[in-house]
């Protein structure tokens, strides 16, 4: 069963500083808001993408959008009043609702909220009130227990027309659709949030998820490498994919699906630091459905079983070796479509060209080769 996914993004971010909406700040070379955008499109059970947001600031989000589709829905003064906007436009019998300034859900959480539905009308990723709480007034400090409490997070789902019912009902405005929700009688089943699942709320707040984005990790968590090669061989032809960028010259590389040996290298790379086997398991060239299937699928599956086993790609290195084509000119469109696929700051991606001095097949133009090494964190 598909579902949609509400973005609402039509606060004022007054906290996050003046100026800019902090959902269209820049965090680590891109708006805050697409790596919403991009974390739903990459889901196959996403089908619809709803953005709430305010007036004016239409084109801002399509310039978060980098090709996914989405309905764009001007949002209103409070959450709710965005939230009942984005709602009418639902044709899923399941919806998520999330944070646009919650850049960094996992695949996890929302695989957690997608069971949680079979079960429950509504559910809420959450997180254990750890620290020592009290109320403060004119009287003084009162203590107060957090026993029982919990940090609710977003994405929240919800079977669709059972919040809409809750949303017909509602005659007032809430902080969440939990609140709401509850207000109607609707029963919402809590699954595990993760911390790193944050909402960017204060100035500080950009720079800690920079620092994730980066592969910051907690000191418990564990460094992983995996390497991956692959090899296709060079015919005549109108062009050849590598690293997710088709290249126009008189080659191409033959092979049962796109041929791309540079994601085909990355893509066992990231299987082998998830202990995941390699490529072969998944997609075998055996399987007509893979015949001429682009890359960049296969590297999105690797990342989103390997998220699911609690490996997460920090670092991408890549080597191209061949004599032709010329890699130079497109390393940094090479880059970009690597990072966009795993998720990652460019930065985090590098790619190398090199040749065997005319030696071997590589050297002769018979075929081309690609090594990579991705650095995972386990969690």
């Not at 227990?145 to 005659?171: D, I, K, M, N, V």
């Not at 564990?222 to 997710?244: E, F, S, W």
């Not at 998944?282 to 609690?310: C, R, T, V, Y």
Request: net charge negative; aromatic share 4%.
């Amino acid at each position: 069963m598909g579902y949609s996914a509400c973005i609402v993004a039509a606060g004022r971010g007054t906290r996050a500083g003046a100026g800019t909406p902090k959902q269209f700040r820049n965090l680590a070379g891109r708006p805050v808001l697409s790596y919403s955008i991009n974390r739903f499109a990459q889901d196959p059970a996403c089908t619809q993408i709803i953005i709430a947001h305010a007036p004016r600031q239409a084109e801002a989000v399509r310039a978060c959008l980098n090709g996914a589709e989405a309905v764009l829905v001007e949002g209103g003064e409070t959450r709710t009043q965005s939230v009942r906007n984005a709602l009418a436009h639902v044709s899923h019998e399941q919806v998520l609702i999330h944070d646009a300034a919650r850049p960094l859900v996992s695949d996890a959480v929302i695989a957690r909220l997608r069971a949680a539905l079979d079960s429950a009308p509504g559910a809420a990723p959450a997180l254990p009130v750890a620290d020592a709480l009290a109320l403060s007034d004119d009287a003084g400090v009162t203590p107060v227990s957090r026993e029982g409490l919990y940090r609710l997070q977003t994405p929240q789902a919800f079977q669709t027309q059972l919040l809409r019912e809750a949303f017909q009902a509602a005659s007032t405005d809430y902080p969440d659709e939990v609140s709401l929700a509850r207000a109607s009688g609707l029963n919402v089943m809590l699954t595990q949030g993760e911390e790193r699942n944050f909402k960017v709320t204060y100035p500080d707040d950009f720079e800690r998820a920079e620092q994730a984005l980066a592969g910051g990790a907690s000191p418990a968590a564990l460094t992983v490498t995996g390497m991956g090669y692959d090899v296709h061989r060079m015919a005549a032809g109108d062009g050849v994919h590598l690293c997710g960028v088709f290249i126009e010259c008189p080659y191409r590389l033959i092979g049962h699906s796109d041929a791309d040996a540079g994601l085909h290298a990355i893509t066992d790379a990231l299987l082998g630091a998830a202990g995941l086997g390699d490529i072969g398991d998944h997609f075998p060239p055996s399987d007509d459905q893979w015949k001429g299937a682009d890359s960049a699928m296969f590297l999105a599956h690797a990342a989103k079983i390997a998220a699911e086993a609690g490996a997460r790609a920090v670092h991408v290195d890549v080597t191209l070796i061949c004599e032709r084509p010329k890699i130079g000119p497109h390393k940094a469109a090479m880059k970009s479509r690597v990072a966009e696929i795993l998720d990652l700051d460019p930065r985090r991606v590098n790619i190398k060209a090199t040749t065997t001095e005319k030696l071997g097949f590589t050297g002769r133009g018979e075929g081309l080769a690609a090594e990579a090494i991705v650095t995972a964190v386990l969690s």
